[in-house]
C-alpha cells in the first residue's frame, strides 16, 4: 500500500505544527485510463541549421529526489545561571524589640529568660541530646578508613601483558635521545621529557638543544618547548609546585622554568660556579626551592632556586674521604627519600653505591658508606617506595637488590642478560614488582612474588637501545625513552598496577628471609677469612715458607682441575649407559611385535 504525508506550517503562530494523515494513492487525484490506440497530434520534422545553436552535453549521471527538500535544525534551552551567596547572621536568635549591641538591654533580657519556669527543662533536655551526640562522635570516627589495608582485588590468573597508548616523536630533524622523564605531579597527564645527544664532543652542530612536554592525549604536538642554553641530560618536576622545574644541562648548569612565564629559564646557575660535566640527576628536597645535582665530576652540589649565584653546599665523592676532585667517583645516578631525610645515595660511574649522610659536620663524615655492586656504571639507584631499607641497582647486564643491613653483597639478583640494561625503576604502587630497560629495545616487569629468575612481561617496544623509563604515580601509565628520541607510552593490566591480597606482608617476609640469608653468609665469609690468616700467620711463626700461600693456591687448582675431569667423565658414562638403555628398549620393542 502506498501512502503519502503532509507537513503543514503554521506562520501565524510562529510555531512548527505537524499533521499527519495516511491515504490511499486511488482514493486522490486524477484516476489514469490507460489504452493501447495512439493518436498524432504534432509532427515536428528535425531541422539540420538548428545544430549549430546546441553544445552536445557529456553523459553524467545526476540524482533526483521526487520529494520536497527539507533541513533539520535544533534549538538550545536558555541555559540557567546558578549564584551562591552566602548570610552574615549578626543578631543571632535576639527578638527585633532588644539591639543586640547593647550590653545592658541584652544581659537584663538573659536574666528575664533564665528566670522563666520552662527555661531549665528546656536546657537539660538539650543537654541529653548534646551528650548523646558527643558519646556517640567519641566511639565512631566517621573519617577513618577501617578496612583501608583490604581495598585490593583478588589476584587472577590471566599472564601480565601491557597496552600501547601512544607514541612522541622528537619533532627535529636530527634524533636526540630522550635521556630523562619526569611525570607531572597533580594530573599525571603530562609528561616532561629531556631531550640530549650523549654521543659527546661528536653532537652535530644543527642539532637543537630544545626540551619539551607533552600531553599524553595529543602525540602530535608538543604542549610547552623548554629552550636551555645547553642541551638538559636531567629534568624534574616539583612535587610541591607543578609549574616549576628543575634541570641539569650538558655544561654543567643548573636551570629551572616556571611554566607561567613562558618557555625561557627563569634563572640559571653561574658556569664558573657549576659543576664541569653533565648533570645526570636533580633531585629535590622538602622545601620547594632546594635541590641538589650530581654529576661524573665527582661532586653533589645543593642549590636554592631562588639565589643561583652559588650553591649553598659542596660534597666530594672522594672515597678516601679526603676531598680531593682527582680522586672523586663520577655520579651518573642519585636517590633521596623523603621518610629518611638525613641520607642520599649516589651510584658512579665505577658501579659503587656511595651512602652519605646529611646532618654529618665534616665532609668526611658525609660518606657513610660505600657498596661495591657492579661491573660498570649504576645507571639507575632507587629505594623500594615501601621499605626504604632494600634498594635497586641496575647496570651491566643485571639489576640488583640491596639492603643496608648488609654491605658485601646483593640479597637477590636477576640473571645476566644478552643485552646491557640501562635504566629501571620500582612499581610505586606494588612492593614487589620492579621494571628494567634493556639495550635491545626490550621492556622487562619483574614480580618477585611469581618469579625471580625471569621477568613475568618482557615486551619488544622498539628497535633502539632505551635508555630511560618512568612509571606514573598510580602504575598505570609508563614511559619509556628510546635513543632516537621516541617516548613510547604503555598501559599496564590490573595485575601489575594494583596492590594483591597480603602482598605487603609476603613481601616483607621475603625480604627479612634473604637478609638473614646474606648476614649468614657475611658471617661464614669472615670466618674463613679469619682462618686463613691465623693459618698463614701461623706458618710464618714456624718458620714456613713465604711462598706457602702460592703453594696452596696451586695445589687448590689442580685439585679442582681433577674434581672437574671426574664430573666430566661421570656425565660421559651416564650418556652412554642412557643410549644403551633406549637401544635395549627398541630392541625389546621389535621382538614383541614379531611374536
Not at 72 to 95: D, L, R
Not at 159 to 172: G, S, Y
Not at 345 to 358: A, D, H, I, R, S
Request: net charge negative; glycine share 6%; aromatic share 8%.
Amino acid at each position: 500500500m502506498i501512502t503519502a504525508q503532509c507537513y503543514q506550517t503554521m506562520e501565524a503562530f510562529k510555531m512548527e505544527i505537524m499533521y499527519v494523515y495516511t491515504k490511499k494513492c486511488c482514493e486522490f487525484g486524477h484516476p489514469c485510463n490507460f489504452s493501447e490506440s495512439a493518436v498524432l497530434h504534432v509532427d515536428i520534422p528535425p531541422n539540420p541549421s538548428l545544430e549549430a545553436n546546441f553544445i552536445e552535453e557529456d553523459l553524467c549521471i545526476v540524482g533526483t529526489q521526487c520529494s520536497q527538500k527539507m533541513s533539520e535544525h535544533e534549538v538550545n534551552t536558555n541555559s540557567m545561571e546558578s549564584v551562591s551567596q552566602g548570610i552574615n547572621h549578626v543578631e543571632g536568635g535576639w527578638p527585633k524589640s532588644v539591639n543586640s549591641e547593647n550590653m545592658d538591654v541584652t544581659n537584663r533580657y538573659k536574666k528575664k529568660v533564665e528566670k522563666d519556669e520552662h527555661y531549665q527543662n528546656t536546657i537539660q533536655h538539650l543537654s541529653s541530646l548534646i551528650d548523646h551526640c558527643i558519646k556517640q562522635n567519641n566511639a565512631t570516627d566517621i573519617y577513618q578508613e577501617y578496612f583501608e589495608d583490604e581495598e585490593v582485588v583478588e589476584e587472577t590468573e590471566e599472564q601480565p601483558t601491557a597496552k600501547f597508548i601512544n607514541v612522541f616523536r622528537d619533532p627535529n630533524k636530527v634524533k636526540r635521545t630522550a635521556t630523562c622523564l619526569s611525570w607531572h605531579p597533580n594530573s599525571n597527564h603530562k609528561l616532561a621529557v629531556a631531550y640530549s645527544c650523549l654521543e659527546f664532543q661528536r653532537a652535530p652542530k644543527d642539532m637543537s638543544f630544545d626540551s619539551y612536554i607533552w600531553d599524553i592525549e595529543n602525540p602530535c604536538k608538543p604542549e610547552m618547548t623548554l629552550k636551555p642554553v645547553s642541551p638538559l641530560v636531567c629534568l624534574e618536576y616539583n612535587p610541591k609546585d607543578s609549574h616549576i622545574l628543575v634541570g641539569g644541562s650538558y655544561n654543567g648548569q643548573i636551570v629551572y622554568w616556571d611554566t607561567r612565564s613562558g618557555s625561557q629559564p627563569v634563572e640559571m646557575s653561574a658556569i664558573e660556579h657549576s659543576h664541569r660535566n653533565p648533570v645526570y640527576k636533580v633531585i629535590w628536597l622538602h622545601s620547594t626551592g632546594d635541590t641538589f645535582s650530581a654529576s661524573t665530576d665527582g661532586q653533589v652540589l645543593w642549590w636554592d632556586i631562588r639565589n643561583m649565584s652559588k650553591p649553598i653546599e659542596r660534597l666530594v665523592l672522594d672515597p678516601n674521604k679526603k676531598g680531593n676532585l682527582e680522586d672523586a667517583l663520577g655520579a651518573i645516578s642519585m636517590d633521596f627519600e623523603t621518610t629518611m631525610p638525613t641520607k642520599f645515595m649516589v651510584g658512579t660511574e665505577q658501579g659503587l653505591v656511595v651512602t652519605c649522610n646529611l646532618k654529618a659536620l665534616t665532609p668526611a663524615d658525609k660518606i657513610a658508606c660505600i657498596y661495591s655492586s657492579h661491573h660498570g656504571p649504576i645507571y639507575a639507584l632507587q629505594r623500594n617506595p615501601f621499605y626504604p631499607k632494600c634498594f635497586l641497582t641496575v647496570a651491566d647486564w643485571t639489576a640488583r637488590i640491596w639492603s643496608e643491613d648488609i654491605k658485601g653483597s646483593s640479597i637477590m639478583s636477576t640473571k645476566y642478560h644478552k643485552a646491557s640494561l640501562l635504566d629501571g625503576c620500582w612499581s610505586p604502587v606494588r612492593p614487589s614488582v620492579f621494571y628494567t630497560v634493556k639495550m635491545d629495545g626490550t621492556l622487562d616487569a619483574w614480580d618477585l612474588l611469581l618469579n625471580q629468575k625471569k621477568p613475568t612481561l618482557s615486551l619488544k617496544v622498539c628497535y633502539e637501545a632505551m635508555y630511560s623509563i618512568r612509571v606514573q604515580d598510580k602504575g598505570r601509565f609508563l614511559g619509556c625513552g628510546s635513543r632516537l628520541g621516541t617516548v613510547t607510552m604503555l598501559e599496564m593490566t590490573p595485575g601489575l598496577c594494583t596492590l594483591q591480597r597480603n602482598e605487603k606482608s609476603l613481601v616483607t617476609e621475603l625480604f627479612e628471609r634473604e637478609t638473614k640469608r646474606g648476614k649468614i653468609l657475611e658471617a661464614k665469609q669472615r670466618e674463613m677469612c679469619l682462618k686463613e690468616r691465623s693459618l698463614s700467620e701461623q706458618s710464618k711463626v714456624d718458620g714456613g715458607k713465604v711462598d706457602d700461600g702460592e703453594e696452596n693456591e696451586e695445589e687448590l687448582l689442580a685439585l679442582a682441575e681433577r674434581e672437574f675431569f671426574e664430573i666430566v667423565e661421570s656425565c660421559k658414562e651416564k650418556d652412554e649407559e642412557n643410549k644403551r638403555e633406549k637401544e635395549n628398549g627398541v630392541c625389546e620393542g621389535h621382538i614383541q611385535v614379531e611374536c
